[in-house]
């Protein structure tokens, strides 16, 4: 659980996502990725992840997750 990784099992937070691994390469996201990265590590606690069905918002908070 990402929770327990990043020291916040303990704090009220909590992720319902597996951080397991996938079968398909990460392509074409960095951008957003390194954005979303970026803003939690400086300080932001919520990143919110919009747009149409299928478009990977999923995989992209996976990522995030495992930036993090």
């Known amino acids: ?9 303990h704090s009220g937070y909590f992720c319902w996502m597996s951080t397991g ?3 398909t390469p990460f392509v074409g996201r960095a951008e957003e990725l390194g954005s ?3 803003a939690l ?5 919520l ?3 919009a747009g149409v069905a299928g478009v990977g918002k999923t995989r992209l908070a ?6 993090r």
């Not at 990402?2 to 916040?8: D, F, H, K, W």
Request: some cysteine; hydrophobic content about 50%; charged content about 20%.
């Open 41 to 45: 590590s400086g300080g932001c606690r």
């Open 21 to 23: 691994r996938t079968d």
């Open 36 to 38: 979303a990265v970026a």
């Open 1 to 9: 659980v990402v929770a327990a990784r990043a020291g916040l099992a």
């Open 62 to 67: 996976g990522e995030i997750a495992r930036c």
């Open 47 to 49: 990143v919110t992840l």
